[in-house]
């Protein structure tokens, strides 16, 4: 080791590239390359973070990165005593992602696999064999996709934006691979959040065995620089946040790491309604007002052109999006209330094609109002080419899911009992629930034919381009899912309801066989839900039938065979997905638990 002393005499001369420490290199410090601690790192009272990597000897950090590897491989080749000895890294027990299922056995019926840890998923490594890559780091915090040769580079970032739409990536593509070219630094790249997510997703989309050990390293690290990357004031680059966490949200559903991605998804849909995405070409400004409080205003400045103003609209609907499946799947609240409150109502026109932004067809004096509540009441008042758009279509499918879902909920049994009564009660509060009931009836059916109306409208999904079929595809699912979610709870009694869900059920299997989603390489974690409830109306049916023998044509034995070959269809393509999917997972095990009993 050199000595302070001798270090210091050459400090005055030009340091060598490659020489300066790892922190003076994070932070862009100019480096004196004085051993053991340098002049910044010094001055800064950082000597713990003062490391140099120049082949002289190993850092601390190198070290202990040496020392667990070699003790999670150990702890591998225990727990797999019958695979061939491999330098293999486990994923860190913090972010273990999956809780072991049990699969349950269906008599009489194929056993449908179910992923039993993470380990099938992959076995983390932060060390490659990839000739392209070099048996380095490819993850450490300096490198990024400038790091890598161009041919893996190019093959990551196209497996991303292959799936890019269904990841409900709504940044530019064109304008975003050029950020990604611009050299570290540069204000205009991309920040490395959002960098590092697209390089997870482009490995779990690539499955290059050799890059999928690195997984959680990388997850843990977008994680970390999300919390981090909040700007002072607000840019553009809040788009580029948000994007990023909705990329990372799906890949917490994927891994099973529920409480995370519910916890981004609120981050997320407080941010975009903080900046304005919930008002962009209001008709309604907010008005002004006395006050004693001196608001400050965290709207974004006017985009630059039309191409940018596209992303924030799509922005808004891609969290828009995950807001209200998400509160139907894990339970209320919402973020985006859409209320009357000042502020608070959505005005956002509906989502478009980027091509569309691209070619200048928006119109410059549009100005939107009420956007979901004019849906809701069956008025358009949006752009005149939208309806047909498949972004449109399903954040249209997503509100009316939500909604559905929120409706059923306020339903009380019994109410209806007193609704049929000639005599008006003298006590004002059966009164007031009566006229409750009325209130819920008209809502129940408008809500009802509005769904009918737009399920009408959607675009088979046989005659939808390649890279819109999943996207119209998860449209066809959660407006069947509506109308599962809104007669549900009148099923059991009522038979228009119970052959409603029936119908919305066998539709959703109709749309898996046309969008081929048993085959598709990517499926959106939402549809774990939806598919699982449809399933649920299968099999209700089915016990249903064996309980009413007296049935017209078909014969109950033609129909029980046709159910439970529509069930097993749906099934199966849960089954294709659960090994990749932990949200699927869970829905598949509670499933086979059910369908055990029939």
């Known amino acids: 080791m050199e000595s302070p002393t001798s270090s210091r005499s050459g400090s005055s001369s030009t340091l060598q590239r490659g020489k300066a420490c790892l922190d003076c290199r994070r932070r862009k410090m100019k480096c004196d390359g ?4 340098c002049g910044p790192c010094s001055r800064a009272n950082r000597p713990d973070d003062c490391e140099y990597t120049d082949g002289q000897n190993r850092t601390r950090t190198q070290m202990l990165e040496e020392t667990i590897t070699q003790l999670e491989s150990r702890i591998y080749e225990l727990e797999h005593p019958d695979s061939a000895p491999a330098s293999v890294m486990l994923h860190d027990p913090h972010s273990t992602f999956y809780q072991t299922q049990q699969s349950f056995p269906v008599p009489g019926q194929p056993s449908l696999p179910v992923v039993q840890s993470q380990a099938e998923f992959s076995h983390g490594s932060r060390t490659s064999s990839n000739p392209e890559i070099g048996n380095i780091n490819i993850f450490d915090s300096q490198l990024d996709l400038a790091t890598l040769s161009p041919h893996v580079s190019r093959e990551l970032l196209d497996a991303f934006f292959q799936y890019a739409p269904a990841l409900h990536f709504f940044l530019h593509h064109t304008r975003f691979q050029h950020a990604l070219s611009l050299p570290p630094g540069n204000p205009s790249r991309p920040i490395p959040a959002l960098i590092n997510v697209t390089y997870l997703w482009g490995i779990l989309l690539k499955k290059d065995k050799e890059l999928l050990r690195s997984e959680s390293t990388l997850a843990s690290r977008v994680a970390t620089q999300l919390g981090n990357a909040i700007p002072a004031t607000p840019s553009h680059q809040i788009l580029q946040i948000i994007q990023a966490k909705i990329l990372l949200i799906v890949y917490y559903f994927r891994i099973g790491q529920f409480l995370a991605g519910r916890h981004e998804a609120y981050s997320a849909s407080s941010l975009a309604v903080a900046c304005g995405l919930h008002k962009i070409r209001t008709a309604q400004p907010m008005p002004a007002f006395t006050s004693f409080v001196d608001q400050i205003d965290l709207t974004l400045p006017e985009p630059q052109d039309q191409i940018e103003e596209g992303e924030r609209i799509n922005a808004f609907w891609a969290v828009f999006l995950m807001d209200r499946c998400l509160a139907v799947a894990f339970g209320p609240p919402l973020v985006i209330s859409d209320m009357d409150a000042p502020g608070m109502q959505i005005d956002t026109p509906w989502p478009l094609e980027m091509e569309t932004y691209e070619r200048g067809q928006i119109l410059p004096n549009l100005r939107t109002s009420g956007t979901v509540r004019s849906f809701f009441s069956g008025m358009n008042n949006g752009w005149p080419w939208e309806n047909h758009n498949p972004l449109t279509q399903l954040s249209k499918a997503a509100a009316l899911f939500e909604r559905a879902a929120r409706l059923a909920a306020t339903w009380r049994p019994g109410a209806v009992f007193m609704s049929l009564s000639l005599v008006l009660p003298t006590d004002s509060s059966k009164l007031e629930e009566i006229l409750n009931v009325g209130t819920f009836y008209s809502d129940f059916v408008a809500i009802d034919q509005r769904i009918d109306e737009f399920k009408s409208q959607l675009t088979p999904v046989d005659r939808v381009p390649s890279h819109n079929v999943s996207l119209v595809h998860l449209a066809y699912c959660l407006s069947n899912g509506a109308t599962i979610q809104l007669h549900a709870t009148f099923s059991s009694q009522n ?35 939806l598919w699982s409830a449809g399933c649920r109306v299968i099999i209700n049916e089915i016990v249903a039938l064996r309980s009413f023998h007296a049935e017209p044509a078909p014969s109950p034995q033609h129909r029980d065979a046709e159910l439970r070959s529509a069930l097993e269809q749906m099934q199966c393509v849960m089954a294709a997905h659960a090994s990749n999917c932990a949200l699927m997972n869970f829905h598949l095990g509670r499933l086979q638990q059910e369908r055990a009993g029939i």
């Open 34 to 37: 004085i051993r053991p601690v």
């Open 495 to 529: 038979t228009a309801s119970r052959a409603k869900c029936l119908s919305a059920a066998m539709a959703m299997v109709r749309a898996n066989q046309a969008a081929h989603a048993q085959d598709s390489v990517y499926t959106n974690a939402i549809l774990g839900f």
